[in-house]
């Protein structure tokens, strides 16, 4: 960032606390993509709880797990609910589709606590605990009469270990107790002088908290059912050793430790069946702790901060604000709230911040070998919890990376590629299975198995259950890599094989309609469900919104890429193309809404928090005239500002596609509530450590945030570069570097405010990162273009000033 942005704001990178946690959502999170931890930070017993990423319940062997689905009664219920839609009976068609239901998902479990208790921690003064994004670095400093003490936490991903370690001026030195406990079953525990280890198993099978309250979390002997697996902690210290019991470490006279802690399980890749025992994977958890506390630690510390820097140093944002780091963050919340203008407008670097909050949480959550994002990162107290934490597809996995590309963390995609990959795999028999058609399929839940069925054990409501639309939306990411750069290896061998399957399939699931169109039937819109013809409530017709719109994506991009990658002749590109031009489209209402299905109904809850009929503004890229942006913006006033998390993310992501900044300004009053104060079920905010509230806690909405807040800054879904186009008025003055915008071009702007209050364009760099981004470009701003060529290796500089005036 050049120098004049540099004086435009202080950098927001930290998270400090003047107390410890006494609640889960006031700790803090440490992740390097496949260890998890949270910290409370309590000078007499810290407590570091500790995920695995991929520590879930079940196996692959879950999807076979009785009471089966009867594919020959599931596809005559399908034929059912379609023959009831065609005489517009859909209460009958949705009573039908209560039998194409499986089980559910697997869930996403707790691993272990790991305690540190110490002596002379009473009388404490001078309390601090901070979380460094830049460094991904969790440090305690506490004085006590004595002395001081300070606690520094990291995790290394190239180490694949937990750091923790421990100085103190006093000097008799500290009594340090260390114990694992977890909340799975223990195989057996095991300590000596150097190291504690537990050895574990998991459930296999364990029920969403909505569906069981007894006999809820199932163990199976057999080893094939469930993984296994163990967390191993070692230490170096200055103080004298004692005899511990199994599971635990104890020394006195301590004035520095290094505590090392990993964890390891018989996972052995996404939608595979385990491998090995829980003593094979102890065997690998204490031979990283051991060449970790052989290793220097500073070497250990300097390497982890370098790895993180390159992930989270490509980006930053300064706001133009009071400096208010010197308040702990929860009162700076506190603080913000209370000013009737809004939180952002009367702290407008608490933006910046929770901006740079949501990349370090996906980078501490989704790196290259581990699994993707779930629906908290990878952060889980609980043996149940909400939503068995897994992969919900039909919007809050797919917001988990939609900042990815704008935001420069590409490298965290893999994850979720092969996720896509295995869901293909699993998807193909589950496609043939229930539909009896070609090609792959996935619905509403998902986990690490790959799970691909629809769930819902007969029980649950179809609106959510029936859904076989996910593989169209989640391949959408595959595609946003293409258009952000990626080069044609990628697309040839990582793109097309599950973009082509996913419309093998949608192009056989298509049905004719009267007017000869092809549409889908039944459909669910996700999640809500209307009023008939008849005055009853039903949530299955024909043809919604989200099902048109992402198949015409869909095979928008099959159609492109054949033609990229020389597969003009296949089959599946001929029969996707001559279905893109049959395809039915969208509808505006009589009253000028987006209809959410193709029959004009009334929804029955017009505030709802899913927004699936305004795909085509965001995340797809449809160029809307003015009808369909007036429909558009007639819808979200519809549904309203108020929602959940996620859903107050997707609104701002939608108003910024329609350049709406006041309108973003009016949404960010929300995301920044404080919800230290319960206010129900579907009213999002954040909690004490900046955690997004669905209610509860789910990650989508600081991911989703973070995604919204680049899309105000700069856009480029229409085949230019949008500069400016919805930044609020509470943002005045500020810039950004290190944006991606398409075809893989690097951003940097900076703005401020003029006289009249308008937000004005300072300057803007523009750098090629792909072969593709090489040559020319349309730049747009504030009603001007100019037409601007990258060269290879050379950073593009425009001013306000460089724009025409419009007209000439």
Same mark, same amino acid.
Request: aromatic fraction near 8%.
């Given at each position: 960032?050049?120098?004049? +942005? ?16 006494s ?27 500790? !995920? ?12 076979r ?14 034929q ?6 065609d @005489? ?22 707790p ?29 305690? #400093? ?7 003490? $300070? ?17 103190? $001026? ?6 340090? =107790?260390?114990?694992?406990?977890t909340?799975?079953?223990t ?5 000596a ?28 002997d ?10 191993? @902690?070692?230490?170096?210290h ?13 020394? #006195? ?17 996404? +939608? ?6 829980? $003593? ?6 204490l ?35 009071p ?18 203008? +809004? ?12 901006f ?33 934490? !897994?992969?919900?597809?039909n ?33 193909? *028999? #589950? ?7 070609p090609?792959w399929?996935?619905?509403? !839940? ?38 952000h ?16 399957s996913?419309?093998?399939?949608? @192009? ?10 092809? +549409?889908?039937?039944p ?19 024909r ?61 029955? =809850? ?25 429909? @558009? ?18 609104? #701002?992501?939608? &108003? ?11 949404l960010?009053?929300?995301?920044? &509530?404080?919800? *230290? ?95 593709g981004a ?6 747009r ?21 460089d ?6």
């Amino acid at each position: 960032m050049s120098a004049a +942005g540099s004086r435009r704001g202080t950098g927001e990178h930290s998270l400090w606390f003047d107390r410890p946690a006494s609640e889960w959502t006031q700790a803090l999170p440490l992740g390097n993509g496949r260890i998890g931890a949270m910290l409370f930070g309590a000078p007499d017993i810290e407590l570091i709880q500790l !995920n695995d990423g991929t520590a879930w319940s079940g196996s692959p062997a879950s999807a076979r797990q009785p009471p089966q689905l009867d594919p020959v009664a599931a596809r005559a219920a399908l034929q059912q609910a379609r023959t009831a839609i065609d @005489v517009d009976d859909y209460p009958a068609a949705t009573d039908a589709l209560f039998r194409v239901q499986h089980r559910h998902s697997q869930t996403f479990l707790p691993f272990a606590d790991l305690r540190i208790t110490s002596t002379g921690a009473d009388r404490v003064t001078g309390y601090r605990r901070e979380l460094a994004l830049d460094t991904a670095t969790h440090t305690v #400093t506490f004085d006590v009469p004595q002395g001081t003490e $300070t606690r520094e936490t990291f995790i290394s991903s190239r180490a694949n270990v937990l750091v923790h370690t421990i100085t103190t $001026t006093v000097a008799s030195g500290l009594d340090l =107790d260390l114990e694992l406990s977890t909340l799975l079953r223990t195989l057996t525990s095991e300590g000596a002088d150097d190291h504690a280890a537990l050895l574990v198993k998991m459930p296999a099978d364990v029920y969403p908290p909505h569906d069981r309250a007894e006999a809820a979390v199932v163990y199976e002997d057999d080893d094939a059912s469930s993984l296994q697996g163990a967390v191993v @902690v070692g230490w170096t210290h200055d103080g004298r050793s004692h005899p511990a019991r199994p599971g635990a470490l104890a020394a #006195t006279g301590v004035t520095t430790a290094t505590i090392v802690a990993t964890t390891e399980t018989t996972f052995a890749g996404i +939608g595979r069946p385990p491998v090995g025992t829980a $003593t094979d994977a102890r065997g690998r958890a204490l031979r990283r702790v051991e060449a970790a506390l052989v290793e220097p630690q500073d070497l250990i510390g300097v390497r982890h901060r370098a790895d993180h820097a390159q992930l989270y140093g490509r980006v930053e944002m300064l706001i133009a604000a009071p400096d208010r780091r010197a308040t702990p963050v929860d009162l700076r919340l506190r603080h913000a709230n209370a000013d009737p203008r +809004g939180a952002v407008a009367a702290d407008p670097a608490l933006a910046a911040l929770l901006f740079h909050y949501g990349r370090y949480l996906l980078i501490s959550s989704s790196r290259e070998g581990g699994v993707p994002a779930n629906l908290q990162g990878i952060w889980n107290p609980l043996l149940q919890p909400p939503w068995s934490s !897994n992969y919900t597809t039909n919007i809050n996995l797919q917001m988990n990376y939609w900042m990815a590309e704008s935001t420069n963390l590409t490298d965290c995609l893999p994850p979720l590629f092969d996720f896509i990959d295995a869901l293909q795999r699993s998807g193909t *028999e #589950t496609a043939e299975r229930v539909y009896g058609l070609p090609g792959w399929v996935a619905h509403h !839940n998902s986990d690490v198995w790959a799970y691909s069925l629809p769930v819902g054990e007969g029980a649950h409501e179809p609106k959510w259950s029936f859904w076989p639309m996910a593989g169209p939306w989640l391949v959408r990411h595959l595609w946003e890599r293409v258009l952000h750069g990626a080069g044609e290896d990628f697309a040839r061998r990582c793109a097309w094989p599950p973009i082509r399957s996913a419309a093998e399939f949608s @192009v056989a699931w298509l049905v004719e309609q009267s007017d000869g169109t092809l +549409g889908t039937s039944p459909s669910t819109s996700p999640e809500n469900e209307f009023l008939g013809p008849d005055g009853r409530p039903a949530q299955a017709a024909r043809s919604a919104a989200l099902d048109l719109v992402v198949l015409a994506d869909l095979f928008h991009m099959v159609d492109t890429l054949a033609t990229r990658l020389g597969f003009d002749e296949d089959p599946v590109v001929r029969a996707a193309r001559d279905a893109l031009a049959r395809l039915d489209t969208p509808r505006i209402s009589h009253s000028g809404l987006v209809q959410e299905w193709r029959d004009d109904v009334s929804s029955l =809850d017009p505030h709802h928090r899913h927004l699936s009929h305004l795909y085509l503004a965001y995340p797809g890229d449809w160029r809307l005239n003015a009808e369909w942006s007036r429909a @558009v913006s007639a819808s979200l006033d519809q549904r309203g500002d108020e929602s959940t998390g996620w859903s107050l993310a997707w609104k #701002t992501l939608l &108003r910024a596609r329609l350049h709406q900044p006041e309108r973003v300004e009016n949404l960010l009053r929300l995301v920044f &509530r404080d919800m *230290e104060i319960d206010r129900g079920p579907f009213v999002g905010g954040l909690y004490p450590n900046l955690f997004a509230a669905h209610p509860p806690f789910q990650i989508d909405g600081n991911f989703g945030y973070t995604a919204a807040i680049a899309e105000c800054v700069v856009q480029s879904h229409l085949g230019s570069i949008d500069l400016l186009p919805a930044v609020p008025p509470s943002l005045a003055s500020g810039a950004v570097r290190g944006l991606q915008v398409r075809p893989g071009v690097e951003v940097a702007i900076e703005w401020s405010t003029d006289s009249e209050g308008d937000v004005v364009l300072q300057q803007v760099s523009l750098r090629a990162l792909a072969s593709g981004a090489i040559g020319g470009h349309l730049i747009r701003y504030g009603g001007r273009e100019v037409v601007v060529t990258l060269e290879a290796g050379v950073q593009t500089v425009l001013t306000r000033d460089d724009f025409p005036a419009a007209g000439t």
